[in-house]
């Protein structure tokens, strides 16, 4: 099979692994990835999950690669109150929850790190369009809830006022009935008492 025909049949994929291709490409060849690899026609990004050189890498690419290569996951946590606007900090690794046991991946395309949530707690999160993809991606109250949740060594005043949090963003963007209702859906008694305290801290610490 020649490189073009097999880039044209994948187009739609900016990520794609052998399963993928098999649904595309009944048959194929697997040793043909690794002669392509070598060429430069594609990246590996990890065992299983490669994508194709030279295609223009948008912002949102990682966060397509964060939920294609360890699935079931959404993008939330400190990657997701960074793309909110709600930190100030930068963020080096793509940060995702699933339901599936806590990992980490260090890729040709960046890094990755998840963290393990409930199967009842998987949900709260948006479809983002991706070219002809999407992109799961925490809704802001749920990202903010997540990240409280698998951080539960946050729990004073001082721990919610280092996490430096943008009012202005955080208002603008937080729906609080909403935020209240995922609060409640965690069924969480010890996190409603630091949520309670969280919005007390961030709310004085702009006053």
Not at 98 to 110: H, I, L
Request: glycine share 4%.
């Amino acid at each position: 099979m020649q490189f073009i025909d097999f880039q044209n049949q994948l187009s739609a994929y900016p990520v794609f692994s052998l399963k993928d291709i098999l649904k595309v490409v009944p048959g194929f060849n697997r040793i043909q990835l690794d002669r392509w690899e070598k060429k430069g026609y594609l990246k590996k990004i990890k065992r299983g999950f490669y994508c194709f050189c030279g295609r223009g890498l948008s912002q949102d690419f990682p966060f397509y690669v964060a939920n294609k290569i360890y699935a079931p996951s959404y993008v939330s946590l400190e990657m997701a109150l960074k793309r909110y606007g709600f930190i100030p900090e930068e963020i080096f690794q793509v940060t995702s929850v699933s339901t599936k046991k806590a990992t980490r991946f260090e890729t040709s395309v960046g890094n990755f790190r998840y963290r393990h949530i409930k199967p009842s707690l998987y949900w709260g999160y948006r479809l983002v369009d991706f070219g002809k993809q999407k992109i799961l991606l925490a809704d802001p109250e749920k990202a903010v809830l997540d990240y409280l949740y698998v951080n539960s060594k946050l729990k004073t005043a001082n721990d919610f006022e280092g996490m430096r949090i943008n009012l202005e963003e955080f208002s603008s963007q937080v729906d609080l009935d909403k935020f209240q209702k995922y609060l409640e859906d965690f069924h969480n008694k010890q996190l409603s008492r630091r949520v309670k305290l969280f919005l007390t801290t961030i709310q004085n610490d702009h006053s």
